[in-house]
């Protein structure tokens, strides 16, 4: 978990003088936010470098395969981060992000090395200063600094690799330093971090017009990008972009899913004009209430979980050469956000009031798309409904969420002439609505999964008695 945020820093030198000297600086590394989690990328930094932090203090926030989290400090100190901190780049679990140094310690930064099968990571050397290490970086193609140019960068937050040095040699100078400090527009040097400074300047936005959305109008990462995504870009070629944790947890289970199950998909049709009237009526009770009033999900939540109470076969799961029926109806939503498809789990939903499941609902789609909901609301359903409705989409074929049994597909309700009696040929504008059913047919076979979908269009069509329950 994030105990392992931080580590004693290794001794670059010889054992003997190691065994002499106490290296107080210590080590941010990706932390393990879960059992699964082999890799993270680094969103943002809540701290600047050089700034002093507390242990218990956010210092970064880290994008895992389920939701973005902020990370504490385990230690107290100056946080020192490496002028190339890769921001967005996928590292391993363990990987150096940056130091927590004493007050007055000396931390510098060598070139970055490759970890096996990630991107560069960004590794920082504790050492004692030499003659040499004025000189540059350690980069090849970068200018000459001096000591104390460097030490005023850091403070300042300005990235010497891009200046020209003023003296003889095109030696970078402090008076260099503070000439590009001066330059940046004064808001946007105190409401920026360093690094969102290099990416805005990468990107050729202007800090100064950008309004922060953090407290005290801090910029972030995500505004600047924001900023860019509203200007006009020229032509680019084609480039892949990598997986994300998350997207790459998509595609593994939806590969997992075409490979393993045998889907059948079912479709019907249920007339919601009542189900419709039923909201309705609930809009009216709890408008001002401050109380959320339950959408068309919530409905067909609470009424997916009592027909499972009645027909188990469908709240099952393969276990190796056994098929278990979950004694919890913990029904999963769903949920369309920026970094893919998640679905958060509406636990004992057979057992919730219409107002229960809305309130749960409206908490978990809220923090699943902020990035911030627990790992554990986002796992251990037992089946899943998935609406498209509201993109005007009728019947589709929705793909299970392994290892559960099956998946309610909501279509768009849509009002349209119906012929309601055939003996007298009466005909009226109903509310109708499509359903899709996709089982495991290794799991359930089709009459069983008939009768259960045929359940639910029941109690679509006469919502009453059991929306009371």
């Known amino acids: 978990g994030q105990r392992n945020t931080t580590r004693s820093a290794l001794c670059p030198l010889p054992t003997a003088l190691c065994e002499r000297r106490e290296l ?24 600047e470098d050089g700034e002093t ?10 994008e895992s395969d389920k939701a973005i989290t902020e990370v504490e400090a385990l230690d107290s100190g100056v946080l020192r981060i490496p002028p190339d901190s890769p921001i967005g780049v996928e590292l391993p679990v363990g990987a150096t992000l940056a130091f927590i140094a004493a007050p007055g310690e000396e931390v510098s930064f060598s070139a970055p090395s490759v970890a096996p099968e990630a991107a560069p990571v960004a590794v920082a050397e504790l050492s004692a200063p030499t003659a040499n290490s004025a000189s540059g970086n350690g980069y090849q193609e970068t200018p000459a600094i001096s000591p104390r140019a460097r030490r005023a960068a850091e403070r300042l937050g300005v990235d010497w690799t891009v200046l020209a040095g003023s003296g003889s040699t095109g030696r970078i100078r402090e008076r260099d330093i503070v000439a590009a400090a001066a330059a940046r527009p004064a808001s946007a040097q105190t409401r920026a971090t360093p690094l969102v400074r290099r990416l805005a300047e990468e990107a050729g936005v202007d800090l100064g017009q950008v309004a922060g959305s953090r407290p005290g109008g801090r910029l972030t990462r995500a505004d600047v990008l924001a900023a860019t995504s509203v200007e006009a870009v020229p032509h680019q070629p084609d480039t892949p972009t990598p997986f994300s944790p998350i997207r790459r947890v998509i595609v593994q289970r939806m590969t997992e899913s075409a490979r393993t199950v045998a889907p059948v998909t079912l479709t019907t049709e249920a007339d919601a004009t009542e189900l419709a009237r039923v909201r309705e009526h609930l809009k009216g009770e709890l408008a001002g209430s401050g109380d959320p009033v339950p959408s068309f999900t919530d409905l067909l939540v609470r009424l997916s979980a009592l027909a499972l109470r009645e027909h188990p076969a469908l709240n099952s799961s393969l276990a190796g050469e056994a098929i278990v029926q979950h004694a919890s109806v913990d029904v999963g939503v769903a949920v369309d956000t920026e970094r893919g498809l998640l679905v958060p789990v509406v636990r004992d939903a057979d057992r919730k009031s219409v107002g229960q499941i809305a309130a749960d609902t409206a908490r978990l789609i809220a923090q699943t798309r902020a990035g911030t909901a627990p790992a554990d609301d986002l796992r251990g359903s037992t089946f899943t409904v998935s609406n498209l409705g509201m993109f005007e989409i009728d019947a589709f074929t929705p793909i299970i969420n392994l290892p559960e049994a099956a998946i309610l597909g909501l279509g768009r309700i849509v009002a349209r002439p119906v012929v309601i009696d055939e003996a007298t040929e009466t005909i009226a504008v109903r509310k109708m609505m499509a359903l899709s059913l996709t089982f495991d047919h290794r799991i359930v076979d089709g009459a069983p999964a008939a009768r259960f979908l045929q359940r639910i269009k029941g109690m679509i069509e006469r919502p009453y008695a059991p929306l009371m329950r």
Request: avoid cysteine; glycine fraction near 8%.
């Open 53 to 62: 932090v507390e242990a218990g203090e956010f210092l970064f926030s880290v």
């Open 24 to 47: 107080l600086a210590s080590e941010v590394v990706m932390p393990r936010l879960g059992w699964t989690m082999e890799v993270g990328r680094v969103v943002e930094w809540l701290k």
